[in-house]
């Protein structure tokens, strides 16, 4: 992983493949069984992957504190090294970043991709759109996230279980209150001026594939499309079919 | 040495019916006000004869939980700072993190610390794990929103010339102006909970004084260490008044009545570890090698015995519970030899907090308990 110094930040970022650029944005947890993600990815684009600040072990600033922290560090990265019509992918957690780089900055960003994303708010007052995965037993996290895969937390080693404890420290630093969203997100997603597509797993029990629906409603020049068999990482349940969905290019 | 008694004025009535989910996952519906109204009376009634017996008052709170009824620590004392005149009064504590208004929290000290004409004593606590969810308060970033408000509500507690402004991380108020001050000068007294050598330093560096609940025979020698070396290393005096700890207190006229109080008592301590396991480790709440052990291998809570075995908290006898010195129980020569041994073990007790209702014990019991220990045993306790 390489170390490159934005914003007064020092970010992991991990760059693989050759082709069109990509910025891919992780999700809240289990980076390593991304692994084989990343590398698919990396078979048809030049993969920018960066580890986000805390994520990674290493304490952020005291002044970041949010979201809109990240969509300007990431905004800043692009400038930095200077990369133009770039593919933008977010998972879960990620994706929220990209929703919120996205309606700041479109300028460098040929399309959006986005799994599951996190960070707007639809619902009511006495609804979760992200179920509380805090406050649910080991197994309803499980049948939350999974459709099919079995993740056996005492087959991780120390380093992949530290991480999950970083993971979930970092969630809640970025996203414990408001419940993991920006309660002014919905109403700027307007302002996204590139092709969106939004990828779900049809079996996602954090964010339901109907409330993907919904968002899709808010979104101009946006495919919804759904993937069998996957719960909220389709890209780690069915890598195949989230590759080739990625592989249509977003907007025809 | 002086006591405390503390109770955490627990619903019992429903803990049979709610299983092993005790906290966060209860509903109130298992509650019955009338019985709850009753039991609240018979509790500040058995505070308030502390006043007679010459024993100082600690409450607590907790949320959601049947454990303990108390959910807000400043309204039954507001209701002892008036019916008492002479015992001091500790709030044991006020989890500052999870009080998203600190300067209420002068206020209610202030207030407190008036009406009982100065007799308050002021806890910060961190509280417990599992109340970051009823207070929605962020366990990512619980330490340094507590210490902000630790910043803040002495500044507002000692300011005079009012108001100023506090635009800090985590709590924003244009016009701090806290009316009324309060009786004692500066402040009442400070005190802080502990569970680790780490976090008396905290306290000891700062020359507060400290609470070690049930940390039993093993571990509170070197957390009192940890105070002791944090207040040398900041050049503070660390007088044996600065150290408290947390235990069951059972006393009657045998050994084998005190013992008996001391068992009904301990469901307290039994019942603690009756929650649902997601609710433990909060993201960010321990350290993370700590929470990574805990991902796949969450184990019961265990206290650790002097000869090196240990024991299930939830299953716990009285007579292992004696032994890892978390229950003082027996007749009142033998409740003063348990904490005059563990006086000498710890090097210096100064305040023992005792838990002289919990559980199952009766209001005949615990009077009974409160005027023996009242009796036969703190006159000698005054001499350690």
Not at chain 1, 100 to 109: H, S
Not at chain 2, 58 to 74: K, L, Q, R
Not at chain 2, 320 to 334: L, S
Request: charged fraction near 20%; glycine fraction near 8%; include cysteine.
């Amino acid at each position: 992983m390489k170390r490159i110094s934005v914003a007064g930040i020092e970010l992991g970022i991990d760059i693989r493949g050759n082709g069109p650029p990509m910025l891919y944005l992780h999700p809240e947890h289990y980076a390593h069984l991304h692994e084989p993600f990343i590398n698919k990815l990396a078979e048809h684009w030049r993969v920018f992957v960066p580890r986000h600040p805390g994520f990674d072990g290493r304490q952020p600033p005291s002044q970041f504190r949010n979201v809109g922290d990240l969509s300007y560090l990431y905004l800043d990265l692009l400038d930095q090294i200077d990369l133009v019509e770039v593919t933008l992918l977010g998972a879960s957690f990620g994706g929220w970043i990209g929703l919120e780089m996205a309606v700041r900055n479109t300028t460098r960003l040929k399309s959006l991709e986005l799994i599951a994303p996190l960070g707007v708010k639809l619902g009511g007052r006495e609804k979760f759109d992200f179920a509380d995965l805090s406050a649910l037993p080991d197994d309803e996290v499980a049948s939350a996230l999974f459709s099919e895969t079995f993740v056996d937390l005492g087959k991780f080693n120390e380093t992949q279980l530290l991480g999950i404890a970083q993971d979930r420290q970092f969630l809640a630093y970025y996203a414990w209150k408001p419940h993991l969203h920006n309660p002014s997100l919905a109403y700027w997603l307007h302002r996204i001026n590139v092709p969106i597509r939004l990828i779900w797993g049809e079996n996602d029990g954090y964010v339901k594939s109907d409330y993907g629906e919904c968002l899709a409603e808010r979104m101009r020049d946006v495919e919804f499309c759904t993937i069998p068999g996957a719960g909220h990482y389709p890209q780690i349940e069915k890598l195949d079919e989230t590759i080739s969905t990625l592989l249509v290019a977003a907007g025809g | 040495m002086k006591a405390w008694h503390f109770s955490e004025m627990a619903y019992h009535p429903a803990w049979e019916e709610l299983g092993d989910s005790l906290r966060n996952l209860v509903p109130s519906s298992v509650y019955d006000p009338k019985v709850g109204a009753d039991l609240y009376h018979r509790y500040l009634d058995e505070w308030a004869l502390c006043d007679e017996l010459g024993i100082n008052i600690m409450v607590n709170e907790h949320h959601t939980t049947a454990t303990c009824a108390t959910s807000v620590c400043t309204i039954p004392m507001a209701i002892l700072a008036r019916e008492t005149r002479k015992v001091r009064l500790l709030c044991l504590g006020m989890p500052i993190a999870n009080r998203m208004d600190a300067v209420r929290v002068a206020e209610e000290y202030a207030m407190l610390d008036v009406i009982s004409r100065g007799r308050l004593e002021m806890g910060f606590v961190k509280g417990a794990p599992f109340e970051v969810w009823p207070a929605n308060s962020n366990p990512a970033t619980l330490m340094e929103r507590f210490w902000e408000a630790h910043d803040l509500i002495l500044k507002a507690l000692t300011t005079h010339d009012g108001p100023f402004n506090w635009e800090g991380e985590h709590f924003h108020y244009r016009q701090v102006n806290v009316w009324p001050r309060p009786y004692q000068s500066p402040h009442p007294p400070v005190w802080m909970t502990v569970m680790s050598p780490g976090s008396a330093a905290e306290a000891g560096s700062r020359g507060y004084s400290i609470a070690s609940l049930n940390t039993g025979y093993l571990r509170t020698q070197e957390i009192f260490e940890g105070y002791r070396k944090a207040a040398a290393d900041a050049g503070r005096e660390a007088p044996k008044e600065r150290f408290g700890y947390l235990a069951i207190v059972g006393v009657g006229d045998t050994n084998e009545e005190g013992k008996r109080r001391a068992d009904q008592i301990l469901d307290y301590s039994r019942t603690t570890p009756r929650a649902a396991s997601q609710f433990w480790f909060p993201p960010g709440y321990t350290s993370n090698e700590i929470t990574a052990q805990m991902l796949y291998n969450r184990g019961p809570n265990m206290i650790p015995l002097r000869n090196g075995g240990e024991f299930k908290m939830q299953f716990g006898t009285v007579d292992e519970f004696i032994d890892a010195g978390v229950a003082f129980a027996g007749n009142p020569d033998t409740v003063f030899e348990q904490i005059k041994e563990f006086h000498q073990h710890v090097g210096g007790l100064g305040q023992l907090l005792m838990m002289g209702q919990g559980g199952h014990i009766s209001h005949h019991d615990t009077v009974s308990n409160l005027q023996l220990f009242s009796k036969e045993v703190l006159p000698r306790l005054a001499d350690l």
